[in-house]
């Protein structure tokens, strides 16, 4: 739970708030609750437990497929975006540089990367990874994050 202290003239939040503000001295607290649940769209919540239940998962898009040894290939559009290994996530942009693959591939960095600040990111139409400790470098297709959050 995090609480936001905000006065009370300030407009409410655009998000739905898990309580009724709580009055105190001016000032409103409101309490909310932050989750993965605000961070990602519903079909990439669906994926992720997908993964980390490792079963065969498919919906509209995107879909997941556990292979024998366990290791979860993900696919956009039928295109192979990622894998992800009990010791590693293999990143790829399946020939598409969208904003859906960087959704997806972001989604997969939040919960099976080794922080949740690991992520793909672009800057000047060119795409980039933020590793574990915060530095950068340049995305590639096929770039492998090990389980502490560095390149492999």
């Known amino acids: ?10 407009k409410k939040p655009l998000d739905k708030v898990s309580q009724p503000p709580v009055y105190m001295g001016g ?17 990439e919540r669906q ?11 498919s919906n509209s898009n995107t879909s997941v497929q556990i292979q024998d040894n366990g290791d979860a290939l993900v696919f956009l559009h ?10 590693f996530v293999d990143l790829h942009d399946g020939g598409w540089q969208s ?15 080794a922080t949740p600040r690991t992520g793909v990111f ?5 795409w980039f990874v933020t590793l574990f400790d915060g530095t950068t470098t340049p995305f ?9 959050g560095r390149l492999a």
């Open 1 to 10: 739970m995090s609480v936001h202290w905000m006065q009370q003239s300030f």
């Open 27 to 43: 000032f409103s607290c409101i309490i909310k609750e932050y989750s993965t649940k605000g961070l990602m769209r519903k079909i």
């Open 47 to 57: 994926m992720n437990a997908a993964i980390r239940n490792k079963r065969n998962w």
């Open 78 to 87: 039928g295109n192979f975006i990622a894998k992800v290994s009990d010791h």
């Open 99 to 113: 904003v859906t693959t960087k959704s997806r591939l972001n989604a997969i960095c939040y919960e099976f990367g």
């Open 122 to 126: 672009q800057k000047n139409w060119q």
């Open 140 to 148: 590639f297709s096929g770039i492998q994050l090990n389980e502490a």
